[in-house]
């Protein structure tokens, strides 16, 4: 039995239904129950996020990684790199290829994209109820070291290689 092809590289604009896709399937897994449906999968929201992982992919100061698999997004990442200010923005995989190493694929991409910029540490804030990505970014290295709103923050060290 033959694996499906996994490709994991910088997104460009083509890229963005797919994208778009994808952040709103798995942003309703965890904010359902929590926040009115408007706030995460209304109209003017899926927009604003769609504009903003536009301009993101074409910013001097983000990073914008995708990962296809048989050439459909199924995960993306949105990194920041401005001295000080180094963060996760945006990590969002296909809720149904959940458990299929695709996070965790995607992870080691953003922290050699770090590590490429010399970036030593990132910062990261994720909803307080979601507790499955607050364990799949403890299992990665982050740690929790405060509270923003209803969000966690967490830090990670990113070692050189």
Request: charged share 30%; glycine share 8%.
């Amino acid at each position: 039995m033959n694996s499906p092809s996994v490709m994991i590289r910088a997104a460009d604009p083509g890229d963005l239904d797919g994208i778009a896709d994808v952040h709103r399937r798995a942003r309703a897994t965890y904010y359902e129950g929590h926040l009115p449906e408007e706030e995460y999968n209304g109209p003017d929201e899926l927009r604003r996020c769609r504009e903003g992982t536009e301009r993101a992919i074409g910013s001097a100061d983000r990073k914008v990684i995708c990962v296809l698999r048989e050439d459909r997004v199924v995960a993306f990442a949105v990194l920041g790199f401005r001295t000080g200010e180094e963060k996760l923005f945006q990590f969002h995989v296909d809720p149904e290829l959940w458990r299929a190493g695709l996070g965790s694929a995607l992870h080691r991409a953003c922290v050699t994209a770090w590590q490429d910029a010399a970036v030593t540490a990132a910062r990261l804030e994720v909803f307080g109820p979601n507790r499955r990505a607050q364990a799949f970014y403890a299992r990665q290295g982050w740690v929790e070291d405060g509270h923003v709103d209803d969000h966690v923050a967490m830090s990670l060290t990113v070692a050189g290689r």
